[in-house]
């Protein structure tokens, strides 16, 4: 079985993008944010579990890049 089961993944719209996000393990736990459709590498992790509107908080404050 892969490290990422699809059980643990999760859609969430921003501003009418959609993000998958899902936990994993890099050096403690992590939430793994995907902009789709993937047409670049547009994956970045922030620490610790994160809930959809965490990750909401991350795209907009951390990496507004990807809402371009």
Known sequence: MPATT????QLVEIDGKQFLF????RFGKVTYVTRLP???SM????P???SAS???SVVRGD????LE
């Open 22 to 25: 899902q936990h994993g393990y």
């Open 54 to 56: 965490e990750v909401e």
């Open 43 to 46: 994956t970045v992790w922030a």
């Open 38 to 40: 993937l047409g670049k």
């Open 63 to 66: 990496n507004p890049w990807m």
């Open 48 to 50: 610790g579990h994160l």
């Open 6 to 9: 699809t059980d643990r993944r």
